[in-house]
């Protein structure tokens, strides 16, 4: 059984790894309620970071979602409704440069390239307590990419009763395959279905 998960695609900017735990998150639905009443950013402009902002706004005191472009990439709804929220602001064509602090995270600095050439490559500041990186994640499925069908994001194709992938006598479970919603209990329990099926398999060809 393939179970080996998905890594978080990265800004690949100065403190982002050094604040790694301190202040820089991944999860928006696991490190939500550690910043209450603080001020955070978001970077994302796909569903991942506008979930990430509707998370937030339940605990942060400010949440502002940086954009890179001038519209997102996420579902409409989502979008409207986090933009109505007066605790949520949002930026567009704001490239993130550098995320600073000194034991934790006190801010950012981002290139605003605003729609007016007056605005396009000014520094700015934010000071923030927290940075959600929410721009998406690569599943760890490069080693068995020509034994089983992947998807055009590269996860795994699974049946999503039994968890089997295409070649018979290979599962996967996790943030590897194609399933909706990347949760720690709900790779788990994809998992012990897996192994309910693979038993269930074992068994029958042990017959023959």
């Known amino acids: 059984m ?4 998905s890594r978080r695609k990265r800004l690949g900017i100065p403190g982002e790894n050094e604040f790694d735990g301190k202040g820089v998150v991944w999860c928006s639905v696991c490190d939500a309620p550690l910043f209450k009443d603080k001020i955070v950013a978001v970077a994302g402009a796909g569903n991942a970071g506008l979930e990430a902002v509707r998370d937030l706004l339940s605990y942060a005191k400010k949440i502002y979602l940086l954009i890179r472009s ?6 409409p709804m989502t979008f409207e409704e986090i933009k ?20 934790l995270v006190t801010g950012i600095r981002y290139l605003d390239k605003g729609a007016s050439r007056d605005l396009s490559g000014q520094e700015k500041q934010l000071a923030v307590s927290g940075v959600f990186v929410e721009i ?22 699974v049946d999503g009763k039994t968890q089997a992938a295409s070649l018979p006598g290979i599962w996967a479970a996790g943030d590897v395959t194609d399933l909706p919603y990347r949760q720690n209990n709900i790779s788990a329990g994809d998992a012990i279905k897996a192994v309910l099926n ?8 042990s017959k023959n």
């Not at 930026?91 to 034991?103: C, L, P, S, V």
């Open 2 to 5: 393939i179970c080996s998960g």
């Open 70 to 75: 001038e519209s997102v990439k996420g579902d």
């Open 84 to 103: 109505n929220n007066p605790r949520a602001e949002i930026i567009f064509n704001a490239e993130i440069k550098e995320i600073f602090g000194r034991e």
């Open 136 to 157: 998406g994640s690569i599943p760890n499925s490069e080693f068995v990419k020509d034994l089983v069908r992947l998807d055009k994001w590269n996860q795994i194709i």
């Open 198 to 205: 693979i038993h269930d398999y074992l068994g029958r060809n």
